[in-house]
């Protein structure tokens, strides 16, 4: 069977709900940058974030490897959203160090988390993967400012002997780019490796791309359109218990 086991995060090993619309988040945003001398209405940071979030993503278009690539894969990058939350600081006049906007993305993440936790027989799992002497990886599109935190407050860290975020690599899912850079970062053979995640434009197309196997499985936050994709394996009704039956034998 497999050697390598590279897993999405969000919607396949953890269930997540996050409300970063919810005016009440933005309030208590505003209060923290206020009282560090950075003076917003929830209304006006809000607008400022996400102008900013949108500028950040044309200038890590600008900042990759050739202009064929960008012409290409403009839609598979992806900035690191802790940026943003330093120039919020910048814009008002406001000296930020990298810890203090560090602290600020870890606090937005908190407050608009409504919950977190680790889907039935994931640890069993990546147990079990470790005894039997396999490599497991993480391969997801999140912020790591965000995201590490979290893996490390459910558990899971120790199971990975890689863990690839897009905020980190200029990249995300599905662009073949990020994929072959994990590949080729642990020397691993796409035929011996299997990605498995929920997301089927993402995680499925994705691990195609670079002549991966790939399992399917939809969760309650799995994209509403799926079917259209031809995976090696698919679980259908989100019990990840059933995954160790079909990659393990």
């Known amino acids: 069977m497999y050697q390598n086991y590279i897993f999405d995060f969000y919607g396949t090993l953890a269930d997540i709900r996050t409300e970063e619309e919810d005016p009440w988040l933005w309030e208590k945003v505003s209060d923290i940058y206020s009282a560090m001398g950075a003076s917003y209405s929830s209304h ?11 500028e950040e993503k044309k200038r890590a278009v600008v900042s990759q490897e050739t202009e064929a690539l ?39 993440r908190a407050l608009s988390r409504k919950y977190l936790r680790v889907y039935d027989g994931v640890e069993e799992l990546l147990g079990e993967l470790r005894r039997r002497g396999k490599k497991i990886y993480l391969l997801s599109n999140a912020q790591s400012d965000f995201t590490r935190p979290e893996i490390d407050m459910l558990g899971l860290t120790k199971y ?34 299997i990605m498995i995640g929920n997301d ?3 995680d499925i197309v ?37 995954i160790g039956k079909l990659i393990l034998g």
């Open 206 to 242: 994705g691990a195609q791309s670079v002549g991966m196997d790939a399992l399917y499985i939809h969760t309650a936050i799995s994209p509403l359109e799926y079917g259209r994709v031809e995976a090696d394996y698919r679980v259908m009704d989100g019990d990840f218990r059933k």
């Open 200 to 202: 089927e434009a993402a």
């Open 160 to 193: 990975f002997d890689g863990i690839f975020l897009s905020s980190e690599q200029g990249w995300k899912k599905p662009s073949p780019i990020f994929f072959s850079k994990l590949l080729d970062k642990y020397q691993l053979k796409p035929s011996e490796s």
């Open 44 to 54: 006006e940071l809000q607008r400022a974030f996400r102008r900013m979030e949108k």
């Open 70 to 108: 960008r012409a290409e894969y403009q839609e598979d990058m992806e900035p690191d959203l802790t940026k943003v939350f330093l120039r919020l600081y910048e814009e008002k006049g406001v000296d930020c160090s990298p810890l203090q906007a560090k602290m600020t993305a870890i606090t937005f």
